[in-house]
């Protein structure tokens, strides 16, 4: 089985700390993605990535950066994080280059901040 | 404008009953997603749909592509049933979601 694993499921951080949330997946996956989670709103993406090195804005990319140095990794970062980024974070990964509609696709188990 | 709509919100059932849980998008899709997402958050996908129905277990979904509709449909409900049920579609290379719906299943 795919697996899709987030360092933390939980995380306590202050305003104004760099915040980092990894996530790592075991399938030589092309694909990954990092959503948030807010309740009445559902799941928004933040930004993708399509290969290592590369990375495109999803919907709501403002205040976090991504960094994809290796196929497996895809980081989340917050460089200043703020009282408005807490909420729950899901990474996703998947097979092929046009991604979603393969069934491959496959979330971490979220992490709570 | 959300381009994938779900109905109930929230749902509460009775040990037994059959539950029917509706998604509505509105533009051209590669394919619709059932994902269950148990309390603690992991998302974990339940169907992929392109035409027509399938069936797992308790579980059937189905699809119009014409009227741009799924449902997703629990017979015989269990509380070990209870979640978060989300619905999903391709577009391009990328997936929108429904807010989900909480169905609640009482012993």
């Known amino acids: 089985d795919v697996k899709v694993t987030q360092s933390s499921r939980y995380l306590v951080k202050r305003t104004g700390e760099k915040v980092f949330l990894e996530c790592v997946q075991d399938?030589?996956?092309?694909?990954m993605f990092w959503y948030r989670q807010d309740p009445g709103l559902g799941l928004r993406l933040i930004y993708f990535?399509?290969?290592?090195?590369?990375?495109e804005k999803g919907d709501i990319p403002e205040g976090y950066s991504v960094s994809r140095e290796k196929k497996e990794r895809f980081s989340l970062i917050l460089e200043s994080a703020s009282t408005n980024q807490t909420s729950m974070y899901l990474c996703?990964?998947?097979?092929?280059?046009?991604?979603?509609?393969?069934?491959?696709?496959?979330f971490g188990s979220g992490t709570r901040l | 404008k959300n381009e994938v709509e779900q109905s109930p919100q929230n749902l509460t059932a009775q040990e037994g009953e059959f539950i029917t849980i509706n998604c509505s998008y509105s533009?051209?899709?590669?394919?619709l997603h059932w994902l269950q997402q148990h309390p603690g958050g992991g998302i974990v996908s339940l169907f992929m749909l392109s035409s027509g129905k399938k069936k797992h277990g308790r579980l059937i979904a189905t699809i119009n592509i014409q009227e741009k509709h799924s449902s997703l449909h629990i017979t015989a409900s269990h509380p070990r049933d209870s979640a978060v049920y989300i619905c999903?579609?391709?577009?391009?290379?990328?997936?929108?979601f429904g807010t989900g719906t909480s169905l609640t299943v009482i012993p």
């Open positions: 399938m030589d996956h092309e694909n």
């Open positions: 533009v051209g899709i590669s394919a």
């Open positions: 996703a990964s998947s097979l092929s280059r046009l991604g979603a509609s393969n069934y491959g696709y496959t």
């Open positions: 990535s399509y290969d290592v090195k590369m990375k």
């Open positions: 999903a579609v391709s577009i391009r290379n990328q997936f929108y």
